[in-house]
């Protein structure tokens, strides 16, 4: 049986680490959505070198284990848990969102870009007026499982003393001395965030599939 006593004597420090983690969550999704958006227009822009760049960020960061991410961010950066941990969140995060928005452009027919530069639109303009926003509407299903990932990899920050839900079940049970308890609820309220979440892109994959 479970001890809810754990909860209702612990929850002030619940609900603190519960607000930090959806704070840097939707902190590393908004700019992880701005950079991966960044890299995949660079992934596939006519400029070689731009090209190759876009490439090796997200085939280097892709094949670093986030954990190593946020250490470096922590330690390099000279910055706080929950900062460091959530910079390193971005960057790892903004590779994957990259990759899926690169699918998503290269799914635009080529005769969009070409209708668009024929119009008197620069290539930049063609991209952020005409591709981009098709190409997003297209993968927001992906988009969706990368921003659910990006909540379960936050309890990552707890390692660097980020503060968030994991910190603060771990603070927990340095009182308690019951992990399976203490860590039971914290669960609990990760399932809290994920679960609304999962439904919630199940929800958009339908409805995309209906519109197309």
């Not at 929850?11 to 890299?39: Q, R, V």
């Not at 848990?81 to 959530?86: K, L, N």
């Not at 290269?106 to 639109?121: D, H, I, N, T, W």
């Not at 399932?191 to 999962?198: A, D, E, K, N, Q």
């Amino acid at each position: 049986m479970l001890d809810f006593s754990i909860l209702t004597d612990n929850i002030d420090s619940y609900i603190e680490g519960f607000k930090i983690t959806i704070y840097a969550s939707l902190i590393s999704l908004l700019c992880s959505f701005i950079l991966g958006t960044i890299i995949a227009v660079m992934r596939i822009a006519p400029l070689k070198p731009i090209n190759w760049l876009g490439t090796a960020y997200v085939e280097f960061i892709r094949n670093i284990p986030v954990l190593v991410i946020v250490f470096f961010t922590y330690l390099a950066g000279n910055f706080g848990g929950m900062t460091a941990g959530t910079i390193g969140l971005t960057i790892y995060t903004a590779a994957f969102i990259a990759e899926a928005i690169r699918a998503g452009i290269m799914s635009v027919p080529k005769g969009q870009m070409e209708a668009a530069r024929s119009s008197g639109l620069s290539y930049g303009q063609a991209m952020r007026l005409i591709i981009l926003p098709q190409a997003i509407k297209i993968v927001i299903p992906p988009l969706g499982n990368q921003f659910i990932n990006l909540v379960k990899n936050s309890s990552l920050l707890a390692v660097v003393a980020g503060g968030d839900l994991m910190y603060h079940g771990d603070l927990v049970n340095s009182k308690t001395f019951s992990p399976f308890d203490t860590y039971i609820f914290v669960g609990l309220f990760y399932l809290i965030l994920t679960i609304p979440l999962s439904f919630g892109v199940g929800y958009l994959e339908k409805r995309l599939a209906r519109s197309n």
